[in-house]
């Protein structure tokens, strides 16, 4: 629903939340028991840095990838639990954060109550739908669904206008599919097949705990499919949504009209809460475009169908566990080959962070974030501010002319730490116990689109935080030009307060990096200081800075992930270059601390320079399912873990010097073949 127009280092596509800096049975340094002192380090540097951990951390049913972050994630969310806990076993003030937290999560509990309450709570929703007796009503019935935070055949947002960053518009994208990618639609291989017959399977599922018969059931599986094709088909690709110049067609309303006219868009935007609104984005013209054409096409009985399943997977986690199981049954063990689904109180526990999550952070960041963190990542901020600038005055490939704006847009990085200045009001946001969990979540949905709504057309806050404080997780954001370090990302294995600089900066030193060099990776560079959608490079610059980029590109399609499947180096390019980019600004900003020093002493036998590169690999050491390789690669734009190490490490000279990488290693490139942009 909205729109995420910032882009992850973590290598989840959820956010994780846990406690901040937790030194119980931390490691100082670099840890041996994470190591396989057997693997040779040029052949591969994945298995030598983090073999030891993968071999002590076995996959867990629940887990399609377990990593260093769930490993966190196991311990630290008990301690937000705890908190929660408490505040659900008081007896709190009616109306205060406390009472509302606390109940939402009893709720979220009480699987008695969920599973004797059935599909009762969803039922008089799905009827509402079901009772749309004209396509002329159509329009109504998608305005009242979103206001729910239900968006079926597109998805739409208020936020900055990419050529005025200063201005909240309203912006449409395509969607109408929800298996993820529009690739599972088209593809007909056998894993894609089977992965279609899975699906239509929970379709059958939802419809039939909803009360359906077996031939309306069979009807709306078939209706639906059918549909969710048809948009999949004319929906860009993964790779052209990431162009944000192609991605931006600013229309009026009448504009909007003769592209989509089965809407009532006049009547479609008060309905919502959108007043005098004269133009939007439209992001990509051809799906929308699409909308009308099914409307116009399909029966009504089959759109009913298309929008009651809309509700019923928007829904399902807030049911009872027939619903929440049939849904896992397809998006986690057919998607992703998890095995188990994860504890109630886990979910409890993400709920709430989605609902209420400044909330909680006030409570968390009270309790867990200490102010010397703050101050250290202040510090780092600044020294790998100076290294990117360092390393963009000295770069041989950019003009002076670019380099100057380059400077420019560096030196105004909005740079955001720990927590909000100001927490978001939840006043108006209801959460009653008499109610049922379904009923609280749609009126928490409702709160939230209002929210967003009352930002239509008034100045951009720079100042709002795109993450709460305990999301392990950090961002770029290319309209405000801001980096964000939430509290959560300070801690082991990215911040470690007893470790020496080395390791912090082959940890969180090249998380600040990364982010750093997103504003000038192949999307971010498009934006300029103000955030604003702009050219501010020569059209050589331009050219040189393709050119570098492409063989990255190259080089991260040539791996091989699994069978005969290859990465997706252009899909994953921005985070690549970040990779990259960050690896080298946080080696040079290390590179300045020890100037005018003696080189730091070996700690366990191992180098500074190679405590640095550990740290990072250590960073990404995980296990992954084989259904979550594949999967990965069509939806994440981030590459794996192993290729984070194996295929970024090869493109630093440090490393080579560090590890005594040499020719006949797997993983050697030759110095001329190596990447080399920021």
Not at 44 to 66: I, T, V
Not at 433 to 444: E, L, P, Q, T
Request: charged share 25%; with cysteine.
């Amino acid at each position: 629903m909205m729109k995420k127009t910032f882009i992850f280092i973590s290598i989840i596509s959820a956010m994780i939340s846990f406690s901040a800096c937790n030194k119980t049975a931390t490691v100082k340094g670099i840890d041996v028991a994470n190591m396989d002192a057997a693997a040779i380090p040029g052949n591969d540097f994945y298995q030598y840095a983090d073999g030891g951990w993968m071999a002590s951390h076995p996959l867990k049913p629940e887990f399609a990838r377990y990593g260093t972050f769930d490993a966190l994630r196991e311990q630290s969310q008990e301690k937000v639990k705890n908190l929660i806990v408490e505040l659900s076993q008081k007896t709190n003030e009616e109306g205060s954060l406390s009472q509302k937290i606390g109940d939402l999560y009893a709720l979220a509990m009480d699987g008695d109550r969920l599973n004797a309450e059935g599909s009762a709570p969803l039922v008089p929703y799905l009827a509402k739908i079901n009772a749309l007796q004209d396509k002329k009503d159509l329009t109504a019935t998608l305005a009242a669904l979103f206001r729910d935070g239900i968006s079926p055949f597109f998805s739409q947002w208020v936020y900055a206008d990419d050529r005025n960053s200063s201005i909240n518009i309203f912006h449409i994208n395509q969607g109408g599919y929800r298996m993820g990618d529009r690739d599972y639609y088209l593809e007909n291989d056998e894993k894609t097949v089977n992965i279609r017959a899975k699906y239509a399977e929970v379709i059958t599922k939802l419809f039939s705990l909803s009360g359906f018969s077996a031939e309306e059931t069979q009807k709306a599986s078939e209706a639906i499919l059918r549909i969710e094709t048809q948009f999949a088909a004319i929906a860009s690709s993964r790779e052209a949504l990431r162009d944000p110049v192609a991605n931006y067609h600013k229309i009026s309303i009448d504009e909007l009209i003769k592209l989509s006219p089965e809407i009532d868009w006049v009547n479609y935007f008060p309905a919502i809460g959108i007043k005098n609104i004269k133009e939007l984005n439209v992001g990509q013209l051809a799906p929308v475009a699409e909308v009308s054409k099914v409307i116009r096409n399909e029966s009504l009985a089959d759109l009913k169908y298309f929008l009651l399943w809309n509700a019923m997977t928007t829904f399902s986690g807030y049911l009872s566990d027939e619903y929440s199981a049939a849904t896992f049954e397809f998006y986690g063990k057919t998607l992703s080959g998890k095995e188990k689904q994860r504890d109630r109180w886990k979910r409890a526990v993400d709920v709430i962070d989605g609902s209420l999550g400044e909330a909680v952070g006030q409570i968390y960041v009270e309790k867990y974030f200490p102010p010397a963190a703050k101050a250290k990542m202040i510090d780092l901020v600044h020294n790998l501010q100076t290294a990117l600038k360092e390393r963009i005055t000295k770069l041989e490939w950019m003009s002076d002319e670019t380099k100057v704006k380059a400077h420019e847009k560096l030196n105004v990085f909005h740079v955001k730490i720990g927590y909000p200045d100001k927490w978001r009001d939840y006043s108006a946001l209801s959460i009653n116990k008499a109610d049922s969990y379904f009923d609280n979540i749609v009126r928490s949905n409702q709160f939230d689109i209002n929210y967003m709504i009352s930002k239509f057309n008034q100045p951009v806050d720079k100042d709002e935080w795109l993450m709460t404080p305990q999301t392990v997780n950090a961002y770029y954001n290319p309209t405000t030009n801001e980096i964000c370090f939430p509290a959560a990302i300070l801690q082991p294995p990215f911040f470690n307060f007893d470790a020496d600089d080395a390791v912090n900066y082959g940890a969180i030193g090249v998380v600040i990096g990364h982010e750093m060099t997103h504003g000038f990776d192949d999307q971010g560079r498009q934006f300029d200081k103000d955030g604003n959608l702009a050219d501010w490079w020569t059209p050589q610059d331009a050219q040189r800075f393709t050119e570098r980029a492409q063989v990255l590109v190259d080089y991260f399609d040539n791996i091989v992930v699994l069978d005969t499947v290859h990465a997706n180096g252009r899909f994953t390019l921005g985070e690549n270059i970040a990779d990259q980019g960050g690896l080298q600004v946080s080696w040079q900003a290390y590179q300045n601390t020890l100037k005018g020093k003696s080189t730091p002493a070996p700690i366990d036998g191992f180098s500074d320079a190679q405590r640095f590169f550990l740290a990072y690999a250590t960073v990404w050491a995980s296990n992954i399912r084989d259904e979550e390789i594949l999967h990965l690669t069509k939806v994440d734009p981030h590459a794996l873990g192993r290729w984070r190490v194996n295929g970024a490490l090869p493109q630093i000279d440090a490393w080579y010097d560090a590890f005594d990488v040499r020719p006949e290693n797997d993983l050697f490139v030759p110095k001329d073949k190596r990447v080399a942009i920021w």
